[in-house]
């Protein structure tokens, strides 16, 4: 026994400790209690983890049969092997330094004590996430880490955008758990159990051509989860909306750590998505299809943590791709340097809006590069690294998903440089926006505490070497060797897309301020349709939102509601009032009369029982 | 010998000790009393007032029995005999001491063994309100009525720590039989601390014993805590309309309980008939004692403070001799030195009973509730707790 | 010897239970009840029933029954008024009694016909070891749910009390 | 010397204290009687655990008898200030009296 059970029960303590006791704790207690069970959960994590060597098998804890009913048996178990190791790495520690970070972002912010019991909550259930040994609990975390988004982006609930982004969060979640409760549904009808083992054991051994078909709804369905979860076409509207949550949420939740649980969670399913092809194409069509859109999008936003959100879902569409592709480690891979340097993007991010007081629009910044050296340099790193230049960590496993892509399709392989080279040009807008040129803001900006730098540092170290710390060759022996070898030009090409976007951002932003301006002025309609996020949200809202509504009220409203079902209870009201009218006339009001029906009772009761039987 | 005629024998002996204790416990309080506020106390009737008991037995036989007209007399007249015969029936499980052989015959030093002893003492405990409780609302008087209220309400709140703080050493000796309670406080610690519940391990129940003796304060009314008789607000409590021999049923019901109270403490907390000293020396101890006590007795009646003491105290010396010899006899030792162990421990606890009486004020009746409720109740609580804890650690 | 206190403990039980409902000051009526509570613990003793027996003296007698003396003493209650208006159990009471207690004795003597005799001591599974060893063990969760219930009883009779402050 | 009872008769000497429980619930009017004549017929019925305990020589009936005490000790707590606030808000403990609920 290792006691993984503790990783995600010590920050639920930390959870239970300030959400009960916080209103009354002074501000270092509850910094102590927040970091503290997340930094010793980090620690417990590198303790198990030595402990169980390197992992060649998973190693598998379990504590008490949870739900047991007919062949069903759910038990609180948990396991270890080297894509949850991975895993838990992450999210213990940047979540580590995050918990860093907010105590001193936060400082100033109400509701101190409920920001940190909710971001302590958010890691029991992403720990309980990616600790699972079967599919229901890890659905119990995948529900409780969006309870947690919910709670976090409605944060400042007195904002009316807030709570409506909030909302859009968990409305829009729901589309995708649905779909994953009913491949859990089917799951376990086609193979009677949810444990992965099992289940993948026995789709194993499925003959390829029975299983297909049940088997492709089961991987398109848990895609379905995965795109709400992770914010893929068409699901990935909530996450820009989900800023209005303080930043080092945007930098934990809907960055580091939360939105690629869809990705862990299919890298977990490999074994089902390698026997559904159809639905491996899917997946990685709808990535490609997302990190295109996303990045055309963050060409033209003008909040800083809008562009980095719409980099994150473009991010993110790359790991699909990348797992469509069948190149898995590479996917997860990329989640962990994505990790590194999206944090770093948005806690750097979070620094300047600290900076400037609140001021999130790029148009009301620029100049800030001798203000704050400390958050330029380091948010320099982050997006160097997610521009894939080498060795910085966002070259190493973008180059893998790409030659993955290349090896699957050369298409996807050349769709994917010139996003790659797109999301080097508006990382590189926002930079080049914020910190070069003349202050165009009324603001007096100052550097962020070291509670708030520190971590900034850190990141950036990790987003600088974190390239090399081999993930993909780590995780082969669950997925595999990578692809061959491949021509070094197809390496060069990417690179140089990238170094193309930002010299193309350089050009435009700092060399020639006017250009962008009139370049934006003669496409006209693109650009208007780009500003506009092509208006996804405008149709879903005519396609989806008002029809709904509309059907709501005039049939399930006015009809069932008020015609059948309050007719029936209507119905059964005046009823029983006619019969109560009767019975009324016992309702004396007397406790003895009653007490006198309830002797009548008894030996009626008593009656039946002398009369029944005769001793036997 | 017939198992009825030992016990009527043995009830004989414990009822003619107790009722003379009784007696002379309250000159043994007004003495010390007295002397604490630097007063001579009783010392008219007979040498030292050694006779005032006597006297105050014949004064309250001989007084006017008089008795309410608006009172409920069954309940007035049942409330004192309640009172008394309950206080008196919980000594009847404490042990003296160990099994002795008496003229052939082998019997407890105890009245009646039974092995959910420390549960009838609870009971009796717990039942011994209704004396109090009844007086007052059978005597018809408002005095009386808040008297007995008061005590209700107090007993109540303070039979909860009481029992708590009892059950904790319960939990360590394992067992609810009185007499096994006291054998497992035998021996020593390192030699020399005996293996009384107070030290012993693994937790020693110093802090029970102290919410023990605060709770058992409240239980027999006594100061600090003597709220229902409180004279100057409540006249004289329940025994307001009480007189004559009735009144001296209460009085003596509390010193009962007084000695009931004690005896459980020196039973549960403090070894019962154990002595305090490795046996070897300790068998001679009490011969010592009474030796020296003989001593200084015949020297301060050689040299007189009164011209009476110069008869009075060569007697009581010769008395002292006596009974420290008698201590030497082998025979008589094996019954008497576990007794005088006993009866010097729980003669420690009623020193103490007095002289608290003789040193601290009166509560006010919401600090004693609040006392009661918020500090000795939750101490009791995690004491109990605590000793579990440790002892199902320990195995 | 079981026989007599048999005996003698039923009758006082009896006597006193029906001083209960005859008498008319509740106070008569609550001190009677103890004397029923008494008179059964006894009876427990000799079904071999020790730590049950100690528990209905400490807590029926020595806690709920000393709530009620407290409370009819504070209430300072008196009998009862003429006013009866429960016309039912008033017409009905006495042959629903009578129905009542017949029904039971036929089935006690119908379901129990060989009924065994009362030893003194045949039966020794009653101390305080026992109870607890099955109270801990078997009856754990019951037990816990117990405490829970006491607390909330603990919490409504201070709220339904302390309105009295206002 | 040495009579023995049968067991039957304490289930009848419960009965009819059960009885008698049922009798003072019905005729009695003070609402504090009433409620001694609930716990008079938690007693006798605890006396007929006790005594099937014995029949069945098993101890299970001694714990249904501490859980009935302890539910009565609930019970008088929360029954005895109901009755704390009836009194006040009515200043009557006849029952016959509460019948605000009638109709």
Redesign the interface.
């Given at each position: 026994m290792q006691h993984l059970w503790l990783i995600p029960v010590l920050p639920l303590a930390g959870f239970f400790i300030n959400g009960l006791l916080g209103r009354r704790l002074p501000k270092a207690a509850i910094n102590a209690v927040a970091c503290g069970s997340v930094l010793v959960s980090f620690a417990w994590v590198l303790k198990t983890l030595s402990a169980l060597g390197s992992l060649e098998t998973a190693h598998a804890e379990s504590y008490f049969t949870w739900i047991e009913s007919g062949a069903l048996r759910i038990g609180a178990d948990l396991a270890v092997d080297r894509l949850s190791a991975v895993m838990l790495l992450v999210v213990t520690g940047i979540g580590f330094l995050i918990h860093v970070y907010a105590t001193g972002y936060m400082s100033h912010e109400g509701g101190y004590y409920r920001f940190f019991a909710f971001l302590n909550l958010f890691m029991f259930f992403m720990l309980t996430l990616v600790l699972a040994s079967n599919y229901l609990l890890m659905f119990v975390g995948w529900e409780g880490v969006g309870l947690c988004s919910y709670l976090l982006i409605g944060f400042y609930f007195r904002k009316h955008s807030a709570s409506t982004a909030a909302n859009k969060a968990f409305i829009v979640n729901r589309i995708g758990d649905f779909g994953f409760t009913l491949a859990l549904f089917l799951m376990f009808v086609k193979f009677g159990s949810l444990d992965f083992a099992r289940v993948f054991d026995a789709a194993g051994k499925l003959p390829a051509e029975v299983s297909a078909g049940w088997l492709t709804a089961i991987c398109l369905l848990l895609m379905v989860g995965a795109a709400g979860k992770s914010a893929q076409v068409p699901l990935y509207v909530w996450l820009p909306d989900a800023m209005e949550g303080p930043t080092p949420v945007s930098a934990l939740i809907h960055a580091a750590t939360m939105v690629t649980a869809g990705v862990y969670m299919v890298a977990r399913s490999a074994a089902l998505f390698l026997k559904a092809p159809v639905a491996m194409e899917v997946v990685a069509l709808v990535g490609l299809a997302t990190a295109v859109m996303a990045a055309t999008i963050g060409l033209a936003q003008r909040d800083i943590k809008k562009v980095f959100a719409y980099s994150t879902v473009s991010q993110l569409g790359y790991m699909f791709l990348a797992l469509g592709v069948g190149a898995f480690a590479s996917g997860i891979f990329h989640v962990v340097t994505h990790a590194f340097f999206k944090a770093l993007l948005f806690l750097g991010a979070g620094s300047v809006i600290h900076a400037l007081g609140g001021e999130q629009d790029l148009a009301q910044m620029g100049g800030l590069r001798k203000k704050i050296p400390i958050t330029f340099a380091t948010l320099l790193c982050a997006a160097v690294a997610i521009a894939g230049i080498p060795p910085f960590s966002g070259f190493h496993s973008k180059d893998e998903i790409l030659l993955a892509a290349h090896h699957h399709a050369p298409w996807m392989y050349w769709v994917g440089v010139i996003t790659a080279a797109m999301t080097a040009f508006y990382v590189f807008r926002a930079i080049f926006l914020a910190f070069f040129g003349e202050p165009r803001g009324h603001h007096h900006p100052h550097e962020s505490p070291p509670s708030m730098w520190i971590p900034l540092a850190a990141l950036a170290a990790l987003s600088l070497g974190g390239g090399y710390f081999h993930v993909s060759r780590y995780l082969e022996l669950m997925f595999g060797p990578g692809e061959a070898e491949h021509p070094a030009s197809l390496v060069v090409i990417s690179v140089a897309a990238g170094a193309a976007g930002i010299a193309l951002a350089w050009l435009m932003y700092v060399v020639r301020p006017g250009l962008a301006d009139s370049i934006a002025q003669s496409a006209g309609v693109l650009h208007r349709l780009v500003f506009n996020k092509y208006y996804v949200d405008e149709i879903y809202h005519a396609v989806i939102v008002r029809p709904t509504i509309a059907i709501s009220r005039e049939l399930l409203w006015r009809f069932f509601d008020a015609g059948v079902i309050d007719g029936m209870v209507n119905g059964v009201g005046t009823r029983a009032r006619g019969i109560g009218g009767v019975l009324r006339l016992a309702q004396s009001g007397q406790i003895r009369s009653y007490a006198a029906w309830v002797v009548i009772g008894a030996v009626f009761l008593l009656y039946t029982l002398a009369m029944s039987g005769d001793g036997q | 010998m017939n198992f009825f005629l030992l016990t009527l024998i043995k009830a004989g002996i414990v009822a003619v000790v107790l009722l003379t204790t009784l007696a002379y416990l309250q000159w043994v309080e007004r003495k010390v009393i007295a002397h604490i506020q630097l007063r001579l106390g009783p010392s008219r009737v007979g040498p030292h007032g050694l006779l005032q008991p006597l006297a105050d037995v014949v004064k309250l036989l001989t007084k006017e029995d008089v008795q309410p007209r608006e009172v409920n007399r069954f309940?007035y007249i049942m409330a004192p005999l309640l009172a008394v015969g309950l206080a008196l029936t919980s000594i009847a499980v404490i042990p003296f001491g160990p099994t002795v052989e008496i003229a052939g015959v082998e019997t407890n030093m105890q009245l009646a063994d039974i092995?959910?002893g420390v549960?009838?003492l609870?009971?009796i405990?717990?039942?011994s309100?209704?004396g109090v409780?009844?007086a007052?609302?059978a005597s018809n008087n408002k005095y009386a009525?808040l008297g007995?209220?008061r005590a209700?309400?107090q007993m109540?709140s303070y039979?909860l720590p009481l029992a708590l703080a009892i059950a904790s050493p319960l939990l360590m000796l394992n067992t609810?039989s009185l007499r096994e309670i006291v054998n497992g406080q035998e021996g020593f610690l390192f030699g020399f601390l005996p293996r009384w519940a107070i030290f012993q391990g693994p937790m020693p129940q110093l802090v029970a014993f102290a919410v023990f003796l605060i709770a058992a304060f409240a239980e027999t009314n006594r100061v600090p805590f003597d709220l229902p008789e409180a004279e100057n607000e409540l006249v004289a409590g329940f025994h307001t309309e009480y007189s004559s021999m009735k009144f001296a049923s209460f009085f003596m019901a509390e010193y009962a309980n007084m000695v009931t109270m004690c005896s459980i403490g020196t039973t549960l907390f403090l070894g019962g008939w154990h002595p305090p000293f490795p046996h070897a020396f300790s068998d001679f101890v009490p011969a010592l004692l009474f030796f020296g006590a003989a001593a200084m007795a015949f020297y301060h009646g050689l040299n007189p403070a009164r011209r009476k003491d110069r008869l009075t105290l060569p007697v009581f010396a010769l008395v002292f001799a006596a009974i420290g010899l008698l201590l030497l006899l082998p025979a008589a030792q094996t019954v008497l030195v576990p007794l005088f162990w006993f009866v010097s421990k729980t003669g420690f606890l009623l020193f103490v009973f007095i002289w608290v009486r003789g040193t601290l004020p009166r509560f006010r009746y919401d600090q004693l509730m609040q006392f009661a409720w918020t500090r000795l109740f939750p101490i009791g609580i995690l004491n109990l707790f605590l000793t579990g804890l440790l002892v199902a650690l320990q195995k | 010897m079981d026989a007599g206190l048999f005996f003698l403990f039923a009758a006082i039980a009896l006597v006193c239970g029906i001083n209960v409902v005859v008498q008319t000051h509740p106070?008569k009526s609550a001190?009677s009840l103890?004397g029923v509570m008494g008179a059964l613990a006894v009876l427990y003793l000799l079904l071999g029933a020790?730590?049950i027996a100690?528990?209905q003296?400490?807590v029926y007698?020595?806690?709920i029954m000393?709530?009620f003396?407290?409370v009819i003493?504070?209430l300072n209650a008196d009998g009862e008024t003429r006013v009866s208006r429960a016309r039912l159990a008033n017409w009905l009471g006495i042959p629903l009694l009578i129905t009542l207690l017949g029904m039971i004795s036929y089935l006690i003597q119908r379901e129990i016909p060989y009924s065994p005799r009362v030893v003194f001591g045949a039966f020794g599974r009653g101390?305080?070891r026992d109870v607890g060893r099955l109270l801990f063990t078997e009856y754990l969760l019951p037990f816990e749910v117990t405490s829970v219930l006491i607390l909330i009883a603990i919490l409504g009779a201070v709220v339904l009390a302390r309105k009295e402050i206002e | 010397m040495t009579a023995h009872v049968p067991l039957s008769w304490y289930l009848m000497l419960s009965a009819v204290l059960f009885a008698l429980g049922v009798a003072g619930f019905l005729f009695r009017r003070s609402v504090i009687t009433v409620f001694m004549s609930i716990e008079l017929m938690l007693n006798a019925v605890n006396l007929s655990f006790v005594a099937f305990s014995y029949q069945w020589r098993q101890t299970d009936g001694h714990i249904f008898t501490f859980f009935v005490m302890v539910v009565a000790a609930a019970e008088a707590a929360v029954g005895l200030a109901i009755i704390l606030t009836v009194y006040r808000n009515r200043s009557t403990l006849q029952i016959d009296e509460v019948d605000s609920m009638r109709n």
């Open positions: - | 309940f092995n959910i549960l009838f609870l009971a405990s717990s039942i309100v209704y409780a009844l007052g609302w009525l007995g209220l209700a309400a109540v039979e609810l | 106070i001190l103890v020790e730590f100690a528990v003296v400490v007698a020595g806690a000393v709530l003396v407290f003493m504070l101390g305080p | -």
